[in-house]
């Protein structure tokens, strides 16, 4: 298994960030990766989603759990690899959210590839998860 994960802290209610990560059609204006994207239904477990980053093939991703508020997980799958990311909000005492990423690879070769597929994937995840929290503050 390869893992890697990555949190910000903000100010940002977590009902802020999750009404942006709901929209996913609107993902692109906090995601520059993201060329065009589309969901099949609503924003819950079972929806899938079809997101094409510039210059890359579409990539099909299964919302596997969504919990309103708390934690969404997508799931893509290829060549025997399962690539699953957790996208997780907590709520401190100080009325902080900290938004945490982590991606699990797993699977058919996923200590050989994982090394080699995951930084490209998760590369742009600090800029990314800032630019969602600095929209979320408005």
């Given at each position: 298994m390869w893992?890697?994960?990555?949190?910000?802290e903000t100010d940002a209610a977590p009902e802020a960030i999750w009404r942006l990560w709901a929209d996913v059609e609107n993902w692109g204006t906090w995601n520059a990766d993201i060329t065009s994207i589309r969901i099949s239904g609503p924003f819950a477990a079972g929806a899938e989603i079809?997101?094409?980053p510039a210059g890359q093939e579409p990539v099909h991703l299964t919302v596997a759990e969504a919990t309103v508020n708390e934690l969404f997980v997508d799931?893509?799958?290829?060549?025997?690899?399962?690539l699953r990311t957790i996208h997780r909000l907590d709520q401190d005492e100080r009325g902080r959210t900290r938004v945490t990423y982590r991606m699990e690879?797993?699977?058919?070769?996923?200590?050989?590839?994982?090394p080699q597929i995951g930084?490209?994937?998760?590369?742009d995840w600090p800029e990314t998860m800032a630019a969602l929290v600095k929209v979320a503050q408005g």
């Open positions: 893992t890697y994960e990555h949190s910000i079809v997101m094409t799931e893509a799958r290829f060549d025997g690899l399962l690879i797993t699977g058919t070769g996923a200590d050989r590839l994982g930084p490209a994937v998760t590369a």
